[in-house]
């Protein structure tokens, strides 16, 4: 059985006192009835109150970032260490708006997956195209490259600790969500790439999640595809109500 799983990618949203609050409702509102993993990703500032906040519960920490430097001069990075001290267990790498603002490429990527990885966090690599890209017919060709270079050398130890988010870039804060079948069809072939590197058996038990307009409405329907794990959600985790009735919805 895979691991499922609903984070919430704050983005650079929330001020302290709102992070509180949500972290205090969330903690409310959770009921034993979850049966799925939840992971919060803050920004960085919030990361140590947020975790303070959620002690004693079963929601986890997450990062939306992670240097692959260890320590040292680099001016406005963020260490595996110091998120690890700072109470994660989890870290977003490689998500769109890293790559498309900020220039991350696939090579810079597989660097932040071994880091993470080898400090033993669990690791949401993102993957997604964008509609140019799907339009002219290069899903497979965008999600082959992002998948292979993103992984690259691996070693299988760390197979439990990996997680994939398929987010297609034109369903990211948008509204249009990706129907369950076009989301399933490119699950399903993530999880081909993935048999490709590990084998069957591995590629089974590496958890997908669905991000990009997730939300409490169509949560369940999307959840409900072979090859969904759960989801990476955006501005759906910014109201604990509708981030609870997500995790609700498998
Ligand atoms: P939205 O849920 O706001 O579309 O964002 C998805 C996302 O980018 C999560 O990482």
Redesign the pocket.
């Known amino acids: 059985m895979r691991k499922k799983i609903v984070a919430g990618?704050w983005?650079m949203n929330t001020t302290l006192t709102e992070a509180k609050n949500l972290t205090s409702e969330l903690k409310q509102l959770f009921s034993n009835d979850i049966k799925c993993e939840m992971v919060v990703c803050p920004p960085f500032t919030w990361l140590t109150t947020v975790s303070e906040n959620l002690n004693n519960s079963p929601i986890k920490i997450g990062s939306q970032n992670i240097s692959h430097q260890e320590k040292g001069a680099f001016t406005g990075e963020t260490s595996v260490a110091m998120i690890k001290e700072a109470g994660a267990t989890y870290a977003?790498i490689g998500?769109?708006?890293r790559r498309s603002l900020y220039g991350e490429t696939n090579e810079v990527i597989h660097q932040k997956l071994i880091a993470g990885l080898s400090q033993q966090l669990n690791v949401i690599l993102?993957c997604g195209e964008t509609l140019e890209e799907r339009n002219a017919g290069k899903l497979e060709e965008i999600l082959t490259a992002q998948i292979q270079l993103g992984i690259g050398e691996m070693s299988l130890e760390y197979l439990p600790q990996l997680v994939i988010?398929y987010?297609p870039v034109w369903?990211?804060?948008?509204g249009l969500t990706a129907s369950p079948e076009q989301a399933q069809e490119a699950h399903y072939f993530i999880r081909k790439l993935l048999s490709g590197i590990f084998g069957e058996t591995a590629a089974n038990n590496i958890s997908i999640l669905y991000?990009?307009?997730?939300n409490a409405s169509n949560a369940g329907v999307l959840f409900s595809q072979s090859d969904i794990d759960g989801g990476?959600?955006?501005?759906?985790s910014l109201k604990a109500q509708d981030f609870i009735t997500i995790a609700k919805s498998f």
């Open positions: 990618n983005k977003i998500h769109s708006e993102c988010a987010e369903a990211i804060g948008t991000g990009g307009s997730c990476l959600i955006g501005g759906a």
